[in-house]
């Protein structure tokens, strides 16, 4: 079902210039609305229009009544716009929005590191 839409999308909105995005989710360009909680993680997979990223939480277990780590993997929205300025490895910041899919309820905001700058 996804790759049926995001076609159907690129079909209908071919982009001319690159500075202008037609992206309609896009919270800059678009009519997306964001709000909610931020969340800040690294890219493990990159697809069109669609990031996963993961990030450490802990959490607190009452029967051994002490915390583990636990590790967090959530989907996000990448605008048009964006789709250059990241990597598979950068750590980026998220936030919550309407529900675009199934499984994306978040998206991209920006880039604070990239993977160049962590060696
Ligand atoms: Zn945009």
């Given at each position: ?18 500075t ?10 678009g ?10 993680g690294?890219i ?15 959490t ?19 605008p ?7 990597q ?9 929005c ?7 309820h ?12 962590n060696?």
């Open positions: 079902m996804e790759k049926k839409k995001a076609q159907k999308k690129i079909e209908k909105k071919p982009k001319i210039v690159e202008i995005c037609n992206d309609k989710d896009c919270p800059h360009h009519n997306l609305k964001i709000r909610g909680r931020t969340f800040e690294t493990i997979k990159k697809h069109p229009k669609r990031l996963t990223i993961e990030f450490e939480k802990m607190y277990v009452r029967k051994y009544e002490r915390y583990f780590k636990s590790k967090i993997k959530v989907h996000a929205r990448l048009l716009c964006k789709e250059k300025e990241v598979i490895g950068d750590l980026i910041q998220i936030r919550e309407r529900p675009l899919s199934k499984i994306i978040f998206v991209y905001i920006k880039k604070i590191k990239s993977k160049e700058d060696k």
